[in-house]
């Protein structure tokens, strides 16, 4: 409590807050009234006079002083008459040693108003987009990616974002001298709506996506941004990207980095060894050096000004301004390498229903191959059936040569079997039926993709390859299933297949 001290205070006020004030009795000031810091307790402190002659201070000098100060609220009169026996003991005692001290009121404390408060539900949790708030992600043996990166907060329409908790404004409490103490009112927040952002309806503290995106809040405003944009290059200053809409990058992808767009991907610079999706288009206007570790995946149509040591999976259109060089290829729809110079040297490039370039391998012999007319889902999809297919019948051959053994041994024995054996041939027989069934599933799930593929191999237009100046032998061919190998240069062609043989004829390009 404080210090300071008034000899007059104005009657039936108290003093100001932490103010001592003082009354004199006799010709001394010995008795103090003190109040805290808010008025919310009162102290009485007592001293004995100067001398045994001098006056003492009376239960009526201490009454006066409490109603002076008019100390009405939370007065503990077990703490009062504590006092008051003390005052008549020490006067009757002329005792000038002690002092009485005590806190003898004390007020009710205000309960604090809430300030407005914002529950965010759009922070995602731990992803390959992970925050370096609190370092970068270890795997298992404590190595540190450093190429995880940053946290977008990808929302998808529909999605609520924030949930806004208005201010509450307490209760007001009590002084010891009954005066009302308001607290504070809490502090609000207030959300402007920006883009693609909306309220309930019947909620209105509730904010909600009206498009996919990532949040930003800036100024108080909250919106949905359809477009996550990179100035620059990507490289551990930003690390991998997953986000639900577009992402545009305007320099370089650098090697080991990773993108996934839920929309279109545009890449202004060029795509070095990394790995990229876009669930959209994809254009990458420098070109794609990818060291042998690019692999690239486009469900939509994809547009490149050139292909290098890149596996490229293309859902649509692919689109290539000058060349694709030893690369791997495979395009839903057509491959097109445009431009007087179009190349396609090396590698393998796969197309439903079309490849065109310029020039085809080289004047050295590269062997490069294209296949066009299989649907590529369906060649892959058959080709994985077979692999199982092929596993499962080596496990059948063994199965059978095993229960083959045990049954010799069986007829040999008399019908004897040991126990573990009993065991061993029960196993088997098990799982004789269980591959057996599973290769049955399989075969016939093969022969539905054959049928498919055969159908589609069936359809107009008639897949092609398309040369606008040269193909060079080590090129090979196939357009469904029909195979050609050229051993010499052949200029402005169009090959397709016709009754399971390649026909060469002019140039002409038509899908």
């Known amino acids: 409590m404080s210090t300071k001290f008034t000899n007059q205070p104005s009657a039936g006020h108290p003093p100001k807050n932490n103010e001592l004030s003082v009354e004199i009795v006799g010709e001394q000031q010995l008795l103090f009234i003190e109040f805290s810091e808010g008025e919310l307790s009162a102290k009485v402190t007592i001293l004995p006079p100067a001398t045994a002659d001098d006056t003492f201070v009376t239960l009526n000098d201490l009454n006066n002083a409490i109603a002076k100060y008019n100390v009405v609220y939370g007065v503990d009169h077990r703490v009062l008459a504590e006092v008051s026996a003390k005052i008549v003991q020490y006067a009757a005692a002329k005792n000038l040693t002690e002092m009485i001290d005590a806190d003898f009121a004390f007020g009710l404390p205000p309960v604090p108003s809430q300030d407005a408060k914002i529950e965010c539900f759009y922070k995602n949790e731990k992803d390959p987009d992970s925050s370096f708030e609190e370092g970068p992600p270890q795997d298992e043996f404590g190595r540190v990616d450093h190429r995880a990166g940053r946290k977008i907060d990808n929302v998808i329409r529909g999605s609520l974002l924030v949930r806004r908790t208005p201010p509450t404004p307490g209760t007001p409490g009590k002084s010891v001298t009954g005066r009302d103490i308001l607290p504070a009112p809490g502090k609000d927040i207030n959300l402007i709506l920006g883009k693609d952002v909306v309220v ?5 503290n509730e904010f909600y996506a009206d498009a996919d995106g990532h949040v930003v809040i800036k100024d108080g405003r ?6 996550y944009e990179i100035h620059g290059d990507l490289d551990l200053s930003i690390g991998n990207i997953m986000f639900y809409g577009t992402v545009i990058v ?7 980095f990773k993108i996934h767009a839920g929309e279109d991907l545009i890449i202004r610079g060029v795509l070095e060894g990394a790995e990229v999706k876009a669930e959209g288009n994809l254009t990458v206007l420098g070109g794609v050096t990818g060291n042998d570790k690019a692999h690239i995946v486009c469900k939509g149509d994809a547009l490149l000004k050139y292909i290098q040591n890149a596996t490229v999976e293309v859902g649509g259109n692919l689109n290539v301004i000058q060349s694709i060089t030893h690369s791997k290829v495979s395009c839903d729809h057509t491959v097109t390498v445009s431009g007087q110079k179009g190349l396609i040297i090396g590698g393998q490039v796969v197309a439903r229903r079309a490849v065109t370039a310029a020039v085809f391998g080289s004047s050295f012999g590269t062997l490069t191959e294209l296949i066009v007319g299989e649907q590529i889902d369906l060649r892959e999809q058959i080709l994985n059936v077979e692999d ?3 596993a499962i019948d080596l496990q059948l051959d063994k199965t059978r040569k095993a229960l083959a053994y045990l049954k010799e041994m069986y007829a040999r024995l008399g019908g004897n079997l040991p126990e573990d054996k009993k065991k061993i041939y029960t196993s088997l027989s098990r799982s004789f039926i269980k591959y057996t069934s599973e290769s049955k599933i399989l075969s016939e799930k093969r022969r539905e993709l054959e049928i498919k593929q055969k159908e589609f191999m069936e359809e107009k237009p008639i897949p092609r390859v398309n040369c ?7 090129v090979r061919v196939t357009i469904n299933r029909a195979y050609i190998a050229f051993s010499e240069e052949q200029k402005l062609c169009s090959l397709t297949e016709f009754e399971g043989q390649i026909r060469v004829g002019a140039f002409r390009v038509k899908y």
């Open 388 to 390: 199982r297919l092929k």
């Open 468 to 474: 606008s100046y040269m193909i060079y032998p080590g």
């Open 250 to 256: 305007y320099g370089d992808v650098k090697d080991g």
């Open 200 to 204: 309930h309806p019947e909620k209105p």
């Open 222 to 227: 909250i919106s949905i941004q359809p477009v």
